[in-house]
């Protein structure tokens, strides 16, 4: 019974952001238990021998798309050929996102408007466009990645900690509206992941600093983000809606 609550065979999942990093770790857990695997990123180059590695050795069926989603338009593209690649998404994990910090009395409208568009207001078109298909089929799971960020915060982080805390109090609205038609939707707050973001964002001295905030004083791996994911999108979470899981090492208790 239990192996049998985490197979996802038969369903196609659409990672955004899912060339690199906790996107492409989570789209390999997928794919590992019987998921089809659709990715998007902006950049081509990532994308094709990302999905050769997601898919290698499982029998599992792909595709990649192109996709800016700090474009609307291009938001709306990706719906429409994942959709019609496949017939279908299951699973929609929400995944693309960035970060520019500038301290509150710094920040720049273009900026501001560019984090908003790509960590939240695409978030929502590209849900709002997949729901219809799950809504016909009584069955589907939804998952943005939001982080500690969006819990707790730093200095600086003005932009991409509104974004974060927003996707928690969007999932939990969401969860109510589509609860009836047996569609989950869910946050992942993951805490010190060891991804190009912070790799680029903070200094060798920075990241010991990070990760001895942690109750297991290291930064996570990528793959520890697979199982997590794996849990709400199967039918082993089935019965979780509405709610935040924290992926932090123990960054938040500590």
Same mark, same amino acid.
């Given at each position: 019974?239990?192996?049998?609550?985490?197979?996802?065979?038969?369903?196609?999942?659409?990672? /955004?952001?899912?060339?690199?990093?906790?996107?492409?770790?989570?789209?390999?857990?997928?794919?590992?238990?019987?998921?089809?695997?659709?990715?998007?990123?902006?950049?081509?180059?990532?994308?094709?021998?990302?999905?050769?590695?997601?898919?290698?050795?499982?029998?599992?069926?792909?595709?990649?798309?192109?996709?800016?989603?700090?474009?609307?338009?291009?938001?709306?593209?990706?719906?429409?050929?994942?959709?019609?690649?496949?017939?279908?998404?299951?699973?929609?994990?929400?995944?693309?996102?960035?970060?520019?910090?500038?301290?509150?009395?710094?920040?720049?409208?273009?900026?501001?408007?560019?984090?908003?568009?790509?960590?939240?207001?695409?978030?929502?078109?590209?849900?709002?466009?997949?729901?219809?298909?799950?809504?016909?089929?009584?069955?589907?799971?939804?998952?943005?990645?939001?982080?500690?960020?969006?819990?707790?915060?730093?200095?600086?982080?003005?932009?991409?900690?509104?974004?974060?805390?927003?996707?928690?109090?969007?999932?939990?609205?969401?969860?109510?509206?589509?609860?009836?038609?047996?569609? /989950?939707?869910?946050?992942?707050?993951?805490?010190?992941?060891? /991804?190009?973001?912070?790799?680029?964002?903070?200094?060798?001295?920075?990241?010991?600093?990070?990760?001895?905030?942690?109750?297991?004083?290291?930064?996570?791996?990528?793959?520890?983000?697979?199982?997590?994911?794996?849990?709400?999108?199967?039918?082993?979470?089935?019965?979780? /809606?509405?709610?935040?899981?924290?992926?932090?090492?123990?960054?938040?208790?500590?």
């Amino acid at each position: 019974m239990i192996p049998k609550l985490f197979d996802l065979t038969g369903k196609v999942a659409l990672v /955004t952001g899912g060339s690199k990093g906790l996107g492409k770790a989570m789209a390999r857990g997928f794919a590992e238990v019987g998921a089809d695997i659709l990715i998007s990123s902006r950049h081509e180059e990532e994308l094709k021998p990302a999905l050769a590695e997601i898919l290698e050795g499982t029998g599992r069926m792909g595709a990649y798309f192109v996709s800016d989603m700090s474009r609307r338009e291009e938001t709306r593209k990706l719906a429409e050929e994942a959709i019609t690649k496949f017939g279908r998404v299951d699973i929609l994990i929400n995944n693309a996102g960035s970060n520019i910090p500038q301290p509150i009395d710094e920040i720049k409208d273009e900026d501001w408007d560019r984090i908003m568009e790509l960590n939240l207001s695409s978030i929502m078109a590209l849900t709002r466009a997949v729901v219809p298909q799950m809504k016909q089929r009584k069955w589907g799971r939804i998952v943005h990645i939001s982080s500690i960020m969006g819990i707790v915060s730093k200095a600086g982080r003005n932009g991409y900690s509104a974004t974060k805390s927003a996707l928690i109090g969007f999932a939990k609205a969401t969860a109510l509206d589509l609860g009836p038609f047996g569609i /989950t939707v869910n946050c992942i707050a993951p805490g010190p992941f060891l /991804t190009d973001l912070p790799g680029k964002l903070l200094s060798p001295k920075e990241k010991d600093e990070f990760a001895a905030t942690t109750a297991l004083n290291r930064w996570g791996r990528p793959d520890e983000l697979a199982g997590p994911a794996l849990f709400l999108c199967s039918d082993a979470g089935s019965y979780v /809606t509405g709610t935040v899981l924290v992926v932090d090492g123990g960054y938040v208790a500590k």
